[in-house]
C-alpha cells in the first residue's frame, strides 16, 4: 500500500481532521476536561493550541523562504475564545487560514520549517503533510476524552509512519551510540529501515538486516512515535535498547 499522498489529498484530510476535531470540542461535556494523553492541557488548552498552531502555519507558509518563523504578529490576530460557539468558529477560521494559504503557495513553494536537516523538504507540502499528523493525532486526543477515539485511517496513518521518521527523526546530528540499525514493518505491508550512525540517522525503505524489528499496524506505530501508547504495544524482536536510546535521543 502507497504511503505518499498527492497535495489534493492531504488539503483534503486536513479538511477532514479538523472537522473531527471540532466535532469532537462541540460534543465534549466539558471544555475544562483533562486530556488523558496530554496531562497537562484540558481540552479547551489543547483547542487553543490547535486553532494558535494553524494561524502561526499560514503565516509561515504564506511568507515564503524565510531563515526564521514569521514575528507573532503575522498570526497573532486575537486570543483564543473561551465561549464554545467561538472557539468552534475560530478553529474553523486557523483551517480555512491555513488550506487557503497552502493552496495558493502550491506544494513546491519554499517556506521556512524547523526540520532543516531531516528528509522533508522546506516546502508548504512538506508543511501540509506534517499538519495532517498533527490534526490527525490531536483529533485522537481530543476524542479520547470525550470518549472512544475513532481509528486513524490507512491512508493517513500509513503516510504518518514515512512522515514522522523522515521529517521528526532523521537528521544530520551525530549519533551518539554504537551505529545501529532499526526496521519498521507496518501489518499493512509497507516497511522502512532507520540507519544510526555518526553521520546521523536516515531513513530508506528497502528491507536490511537490523538489530531491531518493530511490527505493529501502522496506527500502533503512529500512536507509539507521537507517545500516544508504549512500546510494549508493539511486537519487538531484537535489541530493544537501541530503541530506547532512541526515544531518549535529542539531537542539536
Known sequence: MSTNLDFSDL??????RSAAFRAAIAAAP????????CPDWTLADLAHHIGE?????????????ADAPPDRSEWNTSDAPRDRAELLAWLAEATQRLTDALRAAGPDAGCWTWWPTSQSPQTSGAVAR???QQLAVHTYDAQLTTGAAEPLSAEVALDGVDEFLTTC????????HDPAVIRFQAAEGSSWTLYLSA????VD???APADVTVQATA???????????????????????VLEQLVAWEPE
Open 205 to 207: 525503505h528497502v528491507p
Open 11 to 16: 488539503l483534503r484530510l486536513l479538511d477532514e
Open 30 to 37: 466539558s471544555l475544562d476536561a483533562t486530556v488523558p494523553t
Open 199 to 202: 553521520d546521523g540517522a536516515r
Open 169 to 176: 527523526v532523521a537528521t544530520r546530528s551525530r549519533w551518539p
Open 219 to 241: 496506527e500502533d506505530l503512529v500512536l507509539n512515535f507521537y507517545g500516544r501508547i508504549p512500546l510494549d504495544a508493539l511486537k519487538i524482536d531484537g535489541n530493544r535498547v
Open 130 to 132: 506534517h499538519q495532517v
Open 53 to 65: 498552531g494553524r494561524h502561526r502555519w499560514a503565516a509561515t507558509v504564506a511568507a515564503g523562504p
